[in-house]
């Protein structure tokens, strides 16, 4: 049985690297399509955005001459890519997808409503959601939270390279202690960094909660679905 009916799936851009240390690798690409097809066949209604960051991020542009609205631009036009990428292998797999642009580019994808994508998920589509919120100085957190709230999402599935939030950066601090469970007042007050505080208040005044964890172990996502306790829960 699945815990959630609809979710907006967060993938990191960085993590389509896998081991090759840029670009997209074709193994990682393949992994998540078919941890995707898994809950879509249990009938889960699937929104998802991916980040840029292994090809191009606006902010860290900024810091090296780039105008940042441009940089911020070149950015979505990164997750436009990614998304292409993570489409091809998703119907390479039999799952029926449709990207939707925050800005136009057609033929890349259609321009993106909200009506749009919740008619073509509950047609049985994965809807890919690209581009982030189409305007510059936002990154792809805060556009996972407003296609979030916007798609009436059940949750917010944030996969990461980590299996939750800790008190610090566990890959650094190996005395971290995980959260099972944290609310978001929690998150802002400790400073904990799971997203950019713009998203993270998004997520909170609209009372949509956060699940954190591990996408790049083969058959975590499954497990979040099914209501194994891998991650950490974040919510109001």
Not at 91 to 101: D, I, M, S
Not at 120 to 149: H, N, W
Request: aromatic share 8%.
């Amino acid at each position: 049985m699945a815990r959630f009916k609809r979710i907006l799936l967060k993938l990191s851009g960085e993590s389509l690297m896998g081991k090759q240390g840029y670009g997209i690798d074709p193994e990682r690409l393949a992994d998540y399509a078919r941890q995707v097809k898994e809950i879509h066949d249990m009938g889960v209604q699937i929104g998802i955005v991916i980040g840029g960051g292994n090809i191009f991020r606006g902010l860290s542009g900024a810091t090296k001459g780039f105008d940042r609205v441009k940089g911020d631009q070149m950015g979505m036009l990164a997750t436009a890519i990614n998304s292409l990428a993570l489409s091809s292998a998703l119907t390479t797999e039999g799952v029926a997808n449709k990207v939707l642009t925050a800005i136009r580019m057609e033929p890349i994808g259609e321009f993106y409503s909200k009506w749009k994508a919740i008619e073509e998920m509950e047609a049985g589509k994965v809807c890919i959601f690209s581009g982030g919120t189409g305007q510059p100085y936002f990154t792809t957190d805060t556009g996972s939270s407003l296609r979030g709230v916007e798609i009436e999402a059940d949750v917010m599935l944030k996969g990461t390279r980590v299996d939750g939030i800790y008190t610090a950066d566990p890959e650094k601090d190996p005395t971290a202690v995980k959260f099972d469970d944290i609310t978001y007042d929690e998150i802002l007050e400790r400073g904990l960094k799971i997203m950019d505080l713009s998203a993270v208040v998004m997520c909170n005044d609209n009372n949509l909660p956060i699940y954190v964890f591990n996408m790049d172990v083969v058959g975590n996502l499954k497990k979040v679905i099914e209501g194994e306790p891998i991650g950490t829960y974040v919510h109001s």
